[in-house]
């Protein structure tokens, strides 16, 4: 007996229900991104490991999927290498491309590569999948979509308030109850250095970022491992630790920070944030997070990240300032802002929460019974003029008993049938069926599409 064949642990397959669901998600994003007038651009799965290592911190590095060399790969590896099983320096030599890891260095390349065609500042989304070599694990995956949206070319805070103002939108029209946590990168650098180990930002950030999966505890345990003595995290706990109204701890830290240039320069940027935020409030609960620290190495400013609020889950949006991001390849002084949305963590949410609309179960509203003989000619006629009208129908493809064709719209959950045997057709008249409450109306088939489409007769 063969083998029941699989996935690789970490990708999913989606059926049509799923993709249904997923695509109200994606167009739901889609759709106000492009009110804020970020326009759609797509880079290719793969990217030259040049551009992706180095970005994302040596824990994001070591997630990167690296893609074999064609050919004899082996060939050109020193034999010295493959004795000592060396893996980086094997690596190094039968790799040279990696599946992208996130949109945002991707994104960067892209603006560096394509410049003289880019008008500043440049607003693009993108909504396509990435990948991670990470532990496959509840609401983690090795392959997932994101759903990022940046401004590039431009150091206005009111770029950081716009994409609150859009993740505002977005979980309201998707249903779902939301906390954006901010914060400062500028903040955490002073933060760092009034404790006494500005020159180790880099680990204290990568450690306080685990707080909400590893506890206070395991931080204090992973800054030890990183080298931070123990008095270090001692006067750093205090400081993140803060209560109160954004106002509040804003106010604390500015005297706690009096010497640190760089922590009064984030304290600034966040009062300036938080003043345009105040002028357009969100629905949503926003907060300050000292906490909160992103690790990736990339953000300079502003930091953002968005939990559901009535379950115990990850994050499913997050992002920030990177200011030195195209420097990196080559264009210096360009600064960007944007966030990503998470819409396979969004899935799993709304499908908890029970947030998808009814309608996501099926893309047919309309199912024509088939009759067959001397009916057919008609029916066809009839389904092609409600497809004209905008309405997506079915016509049942074999005349098989009724009772068979009515189960079929109700297991694809289609929501109404339209019947029209030779009586009916005879009369110029059908019969609509509500499949969810089974009420059943009669009228001329002039009327129909609008009945369909309105819910009554024109």
Known sequence: MAQKPSIPRGTRDFSSTEMLRRNHIFDTIRRIFSLYGYLPIETPAMENLTTLLGK????????????????????????????AADTPAVIQQISEKGLRYDLTVPFARYVVQHRDEIVFPFRRYQIQPVWRADKPQKGRYREFFQCDVDVIGSDSLLNEAELVMIID???????????????????LAGIAEIAGAGERITDITVAIDKLEKIGPEGVRQELLQRGIEPEVTARLEPILNLKGS???????????????????????EMEE?????????????IELDLSLARGL??????????????????????????????????????????????????YDVML???????????????????????????????????????IPT????EPVKLKKQFSYADSRRIPMVVIAGSNE???????????KTGEQTALPLSALPAFIREGKIS
């Not at 954004?246 to 600034?268: F, N, P, V």
């Not at 019974?369 to 004209?388: C, H, Q, V, Y």
């Not at 057709?425 to 499949?435: H, I, R, W």
């Open 352 to 390: 908890q929460l029970s947030l998808f609309p009814e309608q996501t179960g099926s893309s047919t509203e309309v199912l024509i019974i088939n009759f067959g003989g001397d009916e057919l000619p008609a029916l066809m006629k009839m389904a092609s003029t409600l497809r004209e009208e905008g």
């Open 394 to 397: 079915e016509l049942f493809p």
């Open 297 to 346: 190495n990339y953000y300079t400013g502003t930091i953002i990240e968005v939990k559901a609020a009535d379950l115990p889950f990850g994050s499913i949006c997050g992002g920030g300032r990177y200011d030195d991001l195209t420097g990196i390849f080559g264009m210096p002084g360009v600064s960007g802002v944007g966030v990503s949305f998470g819409a396979d963590r969004i």
């Open 169 to 187: 939108r977005i979980f309201s029209e998707l249903g779902i109850n939301i906390v954006i946590k901010i914060n400062n990168r500028k903040i």
């Open 273 to 285: 944030l938080t003043g345009y935020m105040a002028m357009q409030p969100a629905r949503a609960t």
């Open 246 to 268: 954004t106002d509040e701890k804003l106010g604390e830290l500015r005297s706690a920070m009096a010497g640190s240039a760089a922590g009064l320069k984030g304290i600034e």
């Open 56 to 83: 994302y911190g040596e824990e994001g590095d070591r997630l990167i999927f690296r893609i074999l060399n064609s050919g004899n790969f082996l060939a050109e590896v020193p034999s010295q290498a493959l004795a």
């Open 425 to 435: 057709l005879a009369a110029g008249q059908a019969t609509v069926k509500n499949m």
